[in-house]
């Protein structure tokens, strides 16, 4: 994320990450304490669901900045409200009460086996006094948050083959026992009335107004020749959606639309390199531009040549431009007409 709105415009920076992710990543920093505290830090960045994201990027540099000059620029601060403290004060306990039944039975159970088995399931399940009802995704928040206070503490175990990371009570376990300490974390709400992402996108597609599907049709058609025909720059291949993205990349876990290329190109029947450059980016338009804006003059054309000079199929009555055939058509009256200009102006 570290490059994006380098070219001035906006731009979604996306964080790949889940809970789960943490016991291989710890695994992998093996014995190097230093890269343990790293790992943590990035973590409880990961795992914040309230604090404004700039406000954590700046206090690891070093620097202060208010959350208020923030103006929503962030997923956090810009949904507040999808996120809800919880106490787990209770659950904590029965936690620690179950990791101590496996210590005894000198069990032990990895961040996954470990969720699994507080949840009731698995091999050796939790004893039914200590059992959550909840997600297994919201117990490995959980167990994370209590892995960075030191409630529960990982070992790490090195076998041949592998590395493992191993859920264990933690040395802070004692003094909140002992304690009438509360303990909460925030978690998502539960948005039952969050569409899935399969409607999203079947949705927004079908409801595209006929002449803007056939643009989107011919922009689809012209990104997989673009993609087969270059190469990035370090010679890999293209996908098609790397050069003109669609609607249907919505993320609707954290309800974003990562670009909508084809749509804006369309909806906004972009025929300049300068509107083009603003919507798609000044490096994708300098590579691409010229090919997408024949595309969309071409269409331009067609709708605007005489009915005459339209070309229609006996089985639809719908006016689908098609740019190669098409081309040729609208481009005469095109020409002429600023031919013409030009000749008023001289
Ligand atoms: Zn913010």
């Not at 990982?154 to 026992?177: C, D, L, M, W």
């Not at 978690?187 to 643009?215: A, T």
Request: proline fraction near 3%.
């Amino acid at each position: 994320s570290g490059r994006a709105g380098r070219d001035g415009l906006g731009a979604d920076c996306i964080l790949y990450y889940r809970s789960a992710d943490q016991p291989r990543l710890s695994a992998m920093v093996g014995g190097d304490a230093n890269g343990h505290n790293n790992l943590k830090e990035m973590v409880r960045y990961c795992e914040d669901l309230r604090t404004c994201r700039r406000v954590s990027l700046s206090q690891h540099f070093g620097q202060e900045f208010d959350a208020m000059d923030c103006n929503q620029q962030c997923d956090h601060c810009q949904h507040p409200e999808k996120c809800k403290v919880e106490d787990i004060t209770q659950e904590t306990h029965s936690l620690l009460k179950f990791l101590n039944i496996q210590k005894d039975n000198k069990e032990k159970m990895t961040l996954n086996q470990l969720a699994d088995a507080w949840r009731g399931n698995g091999k050796s399940p939790a004893p039914s006094s200590c059992v959550t009802k909840r997600k297994k995704g919201e117990v490995e928040r959980i167990i994370l948050q209590l892995l960075l206070e030191g409630i529960v503490t990982e070992k790490i175990a090195h076998t041949a083959y592998q590395s493992n990371s191993y859920i264990i009570v933690g040395p802070e376990a004692r003094t909140f026992q002992s304690s009438n300490r509360k303990i909460t974390i925030d978690m998502l709400q539960e948005e039952g009335k969050r569409k899935s992402g399969g409607e999203e996108m079947g949705g927004k597609k079908k409801g595209l107004p006929k002449h803007i599907q056939n643009v989107v049709d011919q922009l689809t058609g012209l990104r997989t020749q673009l993609a087969a025909a270059n190469t990035t720059s370090d010679g890999g291949k293209f996908l098609p959606h790397q050069i003109l993205s669609e609607q249907g990349e919505h993320l609707s876990w954290i309800d974003l639309t990562v670009h909508v290329d084809l749509i804006s190109i369309a909806e906004h029947n972009i025929t300049s390199m300068e509107h083009l450059s603003t919507t798609i980016g000044q490096t994708k338009a300098g590579r691409f531009g010229e090919d997408i804006l024949n595309v969309m003059r071409n269409i331009q054309e067609f709708y605007n040549a005489p009915a005459s000079t339209v070309t229609k199929t006996s089985t639809s009555t719908t006016k689908t431009p098609v740019t190669k055939t098409k081309a040729k058509v609208g481009k005469g009256n095109r020409i002429n007409f600023h031919e013409e200009i030009d000749n008023d102006f001289e």
